[in-house]
């Protein structure tokens, strides 16, 4: 049995290019009005050029969207000189974006006044707003562009890199707000990261199965044929005995995981088998990129 393959933009066409900015426009939308409702009316400077700009409104009156445009451009013409073309095109589109949709849900009334609750769901909305632009491969400007180019040579994840960046604004907060604001901060932003690396690699439904046994033929058969899955062969050697074998590996969903390990007891009750959790699988079978 074969699944039938989902289909895939092509990453090059003009659909793909067409998506990526509506997603840039959409993350853009999700994240000012998060701003808008939950974090600055509460003095929650979570991170980023947004975090500053909450500073300022609350030290000088400044307009956020404004400050936002104006510190922008220097960060701005950073990207263009240290990304590739296309993501400092997208960059470029995000910084005035962003401050755009932040001035047209400025008018938005605050949902609570409850600072935790604020800080909670405030975090949650910026890092979907931030996770949809980076899954369309895009940037706000600001900080973002900082963490996109710290994440390229780093290897630390995107949610880790805005992190770094978005903690010195936060202890600036501390010292021109309280400490206590600088705490329900850094629970927003420790929200915002997850919340940025669950929209980036997905909800964690896959397994992957490695399994050692002495019924590798039997057992890849039925992974194949009775589970319909993939299984990948790998060559591994005893640390004790040193004896060659095969080591199998499969990949598969949450709701599988019972049946698989049903399925290899019945085939080889001494068989032995490590599951790892997956976050994202693309592929067929699962899911398009």
């Not at 050029?49 to 609350?58: A, D, K, Q, R, W």
Request: with cysteine; glycine share 10%; charged share 15%.
């Amino acid at each position: 049995m074969s699944r039938k393959k989902r289909a895939i933009i092509p990453i090059d066409s003009p659909r793909r290019k067409g998506l990526e900015y509506l997603m840039l426009v959409i993350g853009s939308l999700v994240l000012a009005t998060s701003f808008n409702v939950f974090l600055n009316p509460n003095q929650i400077a979570s991170g980023g050029v947004s975090g500053l700009s909450t500073i300022l409104f609350n030290l000088f009156g400044w307009s956020p969207a404004i400050f936002q445009w104006a510190i922008n451009i220097p960060l701005l013409l950073l990207g263009i000189k240290m990304l590739d073309k296309q993501t400092a095109m997208k960059a470029a589109v995000g910084s005035v974006v962003l401050p755009l949709c932040v001035m047209l849900t400025s008018h938005l009334q605050p949902l609570t006044n409850n600072t935790l609750l604020a800080s909670i769901y405030g975090g949650i909305g910026v890092g979907l707003g931030i996770g949809i632009v980076f899954r369309g491969r895009g940037s706000t400007g600001g900080f973002a562009i900082a963490s996109q180019i710290l994440h390229k040579h780093s290897g630390l994840s995107l949610g880790a890199s805005v992190a770094v960046f978005d903690g010195m604004v936060i202890a600036l907060a501390g010292i021109v707000f309280d400490a206590e604001k600088a705490l329900f901060a850094l629970i927003a932003l420790f929200v915002t990261s997850k919340t940025i690396d669950i929209v980036q690699m997905g909800w964690n439904t896959t397994k992957v199965a490695y399994i050692i046994s002495n019924e590798t033929e039997t057992l890849r058969e039925t992974i194949l044929y009775d589970l319909d899955r993939g299984v990948t062969l790998l060559d591994a050697a005893g640390g004790y005995t040193g004896d060659q074998r095969k080591v199998l590996m499969a990949v598969v969903s949450q709701s599988e995981v019972s049946k698989l390990k049903m399925m290899v007891r019945s085939v080889d009750p001494d068989s032995f088998i490590i599951l790892c959790p997956a976050h994202e699988v693309i592929g067929e079978g699962f899911r398009a990129v």
